[in-house]
């Protein structure tokens, strides 16, 4: 195959005179380049375009002079860098500051010298070259940034969708594993819906950020895992508990601890916490630890105000379901000894909050 035949510089001529013109023509056409000729400013102004390499304008022309022409070119952005070289009888310091202010990146004077003009322009056409490869190469860095980008944002997207589905999977196999739990100990695994919510609102309430508030709402549900392992015999007894049964009852917190521990899930992690310490009581008479105040972690003391809320005003298989009313009466003095203070205040601000998570998770 040929090879494609090598781009001619084009130049455009502008002057008023027809012989000058001519004799332009003639001269570039010499040099190797094309060229094409306007008689005036407004008629070179609609032949500018693309193909156009470089401008030999003369200065001295009726009505639009060199110097507006040259002002109009490079007020226009595609043609702000296109070489334009002034053809000028004139000498004077001032007429050429002039073109320079205009626009002119070089001058021809009348009479023109064929070497001296050839030099010029091919000086500047190499110069405007060089600029256009760098501006394509530029362009092309950019449009390969822009697609590489692109494809990157798609692969992130893609990465944020898996890791949602992922995330959402996690979730669903977390609450589904509690709700085998709870459906175990009670008539409705509802419980661990109230639950997961009411320690939410205390989180917020207490002002921890929302990417804590959502792991304790995502890890409460798992407070009782551990009585999956508890006899049914023991979880389900209608009456009261024999001391060694409920040695055997407690050990559903290490049993939960156990169950959750040591996974790369931050929600297993929280989970586990929460599992052993959610019966531990402020003043220090809660198991299975006996820790005390702020020994207790912070999830096991927001979950021992939610938990014990929701199991008084829940019926259990050995005990009805108590009012809100009683049930807030019952907890009031548990304020200081069974519940962090701050905590429980929290509790009661958010009460109307609490609520309405009761009522949208009602066990109807």
Known sequence: MLEAEKKRERILIVDDELINRKVLEGLLKSFGLDCLSA??????????????????????????DGFTVARAIRETPA????????????????????????????????????????????SLLRMKKYYTELKDYQQHL????????????????????????TLQAHMETIHKLSAAAEYKDED??????????????????????EELQDLILNSSPMHDIGKMGIPDAILLKPGNLTEEEWV?????TVMGEAILRGGSSKYLEAGAEIALSHHEKWDGSG?????????????????????????LTTRRPYKPALSNETALEIMAPGRGRHFDPELYDVFLANYDIILDVQRSYNDD
């Not at 990157?152 to 890791?163: D, I, Q």
């Not at 020994?295 to 105000?305: N, S, T």
């Open 188 to 209: 409705t695994a509802s419980h661990i819906m109230r639950m997961s919510r009411y320690c939410a609102v205390i989180a917020k309430g207490y002002g921890l950020d």
């Open 142 to 165: 950019e449009d390969m940034v822009s697609e590489k980008t692109s494809a990157l944002r798609a692969a992130m997207a893609e990465l944020e969708h898996a890791r949602k589905a």
């Open 287 to 311: 198991y299975p630890n006996g820790l005390s105040a702020n020994a207790i972690p912070l999830f096991g003391r927001i979950c021992a105000v939610a938990d014990v809320f929701d199991a």
């Open 79 to 122: 043609y702000a860098d296109l070489p334009i070289v002034m053809v000028t009888a004139l000498s004077a310091k001032e007429d050429r500051l002039r073109a320079v202010e205009a626009g002119a990146n070089d001058f021809v004077a009348k009479p023109i010298d064929a070497t001296e003009l050839k030099v010029r322009m091919v």
């Open 248 to 252: 055997i009852m407690r050990r559903h």
């Open 39 to 64: 008689e005036s400013g407004p008629a070179a102004l609609k032949m500018l375009d693309k193909s156009i390499d470089l401008v030999l304008l003369d200065i001295m022309m009726p009505g639009m």
